[in-house]
Structure formats: structure tokens, C-alpha cells
């Protein structure tokens, strides 16, 4: 099973560039969340969905849009990037109204210089 | 969000026990405790979950004080592919999870 995939693995920006972060799951989990996680920190919530056309905010939502269209697709937007924003990203997945296992994506590391 | 409170590392020897500490002095009554652990370049895996109840299965237990502001993380053999970062974390409403900054866990051989 592929579980959850994220792409591209590694991305270097140019201050002011956008670019779209992707991450898919094939366990049609409803509920999938955004984090990124800064060296020798632990992870941020960005944004976070409960199902196709629902979205909401994490802690860190500033500089970054989502959309989910389908259940298993969710992709994170960065419409002008900044270096504040160089990060690992993690996508994560798990099936909503069932307490239980987060499922993560292996991570995108994103560099802007 | 409710915050909860772990050192920041602690050591343990091979094939020895380990019992990792959280604090959440602010937990609600529904919120349920999360463990995850994050090995060097690699997404947060899952470890164990409770409510109320101490919990166990094939990675680790779960002792949760009686009055729910703490709890204990028990890795009960512990082996060099289990030095990671270890994430103590309340389940809020949504299965909105809030990582803190977690115990590094070293194991010496």
C-alpha cells in the first residue's frame, strides 16, 4: 500500500516564487493536516481538513492556502514564498471520527533563499 | 490547545526499560493522549493512544494517572532503533493533534 505520498521530496525556491506542495492518500481517510517542522523543533499544524470541501486553520496558517476537492488529494499552496518558510513538511492523514493512528507522509524539505 | 510537558532527552542502556514522562496538567475530560516517536529524517510514526485506561501493545504501554495529568510512556525492552524523538501529545476535538518539542531518547549499547 502507498499510504501517504508527498512530492517533491526536495524543492528550492526563490524568494517571492510560488509553488504547490502534494500529498495524496489512497486509505480514504477523511481527515488530512499540514505541518511543517523547523530544525530541532516539533511539528506546527498549518492547515487541516475533515473532508472534500472542508478546510480550517492550524497554528501557522499564515502564508500558505489549501483546498481538498477530493478525499485523496490535499495540496498546500505557497503563493509567495518567503525564507521563513524553509522547512520539512509533513502531510498526514487518518480516518476522521475514529480516534486512533495519524498516518505520515515521508516529508517535503523546502529551501528559499 | 491543551500543552503538555516532557524532558528534553534522557538516556537508556540496550535491552533495559525506559519510562518517558509527560505532564498535561490541562488535559480535558475527552481529550485523549497520543504517543508518536520521529526517527533522524523521517515522518512521525505512530506508537500508542489512550483515554482513561492504561494501554499495551506490541511497541509499548501507556500508564495514565488516575487523575489523567500525566502519564507515563514504558518502552519495556529497549534497542538502538529505538533512540528517536519521542512526542507526548493531547487529542483535541477533530483528531487535531498538537505536537510540543518531545524527549530525544538515546540508547547506549
Known amino acids: 500500500n502507498a499510504g501517504v505520498t508527498q512530492t517533491p521530496k526536495f524543492q528550492v525556491l526563490k524568494t517571492g516564487q510560488s509553488m504547490t506542495l502534494q500529498c495524496a492518500q489512497d486509505m480514504n481517510h477523511e481527515y488530512m493536516s499540514w505541518y511543517r517542522q523547523d530544525p530541532g523543533m516539533g511539528l506546527r499544524l498549518i492547515h487541516y481538513s475533515v473532508g472534500a470541501g472542508i478546510t480550517d486553520q492550524g497554528e501557522v496558517p499564515n502564508g500558505y492556502n489549501v483546498s481538498r476537492s477530493t478525499t485523496e488529494d490535499f495540496p498546500l499552496r505557497l503563493l509567495s514564498a518567503a525564507p521563513s518558510q524553509t522547512s520539512v513538511y509533513f502531510c498526514a492523514s487518518t480516518p476522521y471520527l475514529v480516534t486512533g493512528e495519524l498516518f505520515f507522509g515521508e516529508g517535503s524539505r523546502l529551501t528559499v533563499l | 490547545d491543551a500543552k503538555t510537558t516532557q524532558p528534553n532527552s534522557m538516556e537508556s542502556n540496550e535491552e533495559e526499560p525506559v519510562h518517558l514522562p509527560c505532564n498535561h496538567s490541562t488535559i480535558s475530560g475527552t481529550d485523549y493522549i497520543h504517543w508518536y516517536r520521529q526517527l533522524p529524517s523521517q515522518g512521525p510514526e505512530y506508537v500508542i493512544h489512550?483515554?482513561?485506561s492504561n494501554v499495551n501493545n506490541r511497541m509499548a504501554s501507556l500508564a495514565i494517572a488516575e487523575d489523567r495529568k500525566s502519564s507515563t510512556l514504558i518502552l519495556h525492552r529497549a534497542t538502538l532503533r529505538d533512540a528517536a524523538v519521542y512526542y507526548c501529545?493531547?487529542?483535541?476535538?477533530?483528531?487535531?493533534?498538537?505536537f510540543g518539542e518531545g524527549t530525544q531518547l538515546t540508547v547506549n549499547p
Open positions: 489512550g483515554l482513561t
Open positions: 501529545i493531547l487529542e483535541t476535538s477533530g483528531s487535531r493533534l498538537t
